[in-house]
């Protein structure tokens, strides 16, 4: 072998030898960063699957109390939203000393508390329902892009859906009484969007963490 064809060699073996290192620092952040997304919808889809389940309260609790508990450690910062629900689902069956607690805990007059406007949490535009409109939150943001909650529009910061246009959620979703900024207001909590159903824009409003619509009951059809 000349020593040109050695040196040429041993050049192509050093690189092949120095691609695993970069290699396995990039793979490990992004197996990091999957991981943690998978176990979120995990989580998310676990914590769902629970509360459509027809068990009696105490148990339905200490079914979700530890999958809430580390899916707002690990994912309520980026998931507000299904943060609320389960937040209100945990409200709606606390524990038996709390429950008795909150039972006999005085109540201003004619100001509902907030346990009584969680648990009266009910779906949007069911039968009877009062509520003619409410805010969801059409996408969030999340790893520096949009993950929107609908079908039915390419939505994006800069092309929100116009007034008429019907949309099907993805996941389940609060229905707020106003847009939020920040931290949830649970004293806005107004009632849930379950998933597959259809809502229709009225409005929208934009966001840094969240894009807004104000939406009416629709029918999918």
């Known amino acids: ?25 990039t793979f490990a952040a992004y197996q990091s960063y999957f991981s943690t997304d998978v176990t979120c919808q995990k989580l998310r889809n676990d914590i769902v699957g ?18 809430v508990t580390e899916f707002d450690k690990l994912c309520g910062e980026a998931d507000p939203d299904a943060r609320a629900i389960f937040q209100a689902a945990m409200s709606e069956h606390p524990a038996g000393g709390a429950h008795a607690a909150a039972a006999t805990a005085p109540v201003p007059t004619g100001a509902p508390s907030p346990r009584a406007q969680i648990a009266a949490l009910g779906v949007f535009g069911a039968p009877g329902s009062k509520d003619h409109y409410g805010w969801v939150a059409l996408a969030r943001r999340q790893s520096g892009s949009w993950e929107a909650h609908f079908t039915g529009y ?11 246009t019907i949309l099907s959620a993805k996941i389940m979703l609060p229905v707020w009484s106003e847009p939020q900024a920040g931290a949830n207001d649970q004293s806005k909590l107004q009632s849930r969007l379950p998933s597959g159903a259809c809502v229709r824009v009225v409005s929208t409003r934009g966001g840094s963490g ?12």
């Open 50 to 67: 629970v509360l459509e389940r027809n068990v009696a309260a105490e148990t339905k609790r200490s079914l979700l109390k530890k999958e």
């Open 1 to 25: 072998m000349t020593p040109d064809h050695l040196v040429r060699l041993l050049q192509m073996t050093g690189a092949a030898l120095a691609i695993p290192a970069a290699a396995a620092g």
């Open 210 to 221: 969240r894009l807004w619509a104000e939406v009416a009951p629709a029918s999918c059809s």
């Open 154 to 164: 390419a939505i994006s910061d800069t092309s929100l859906p116009p007034s008429g």
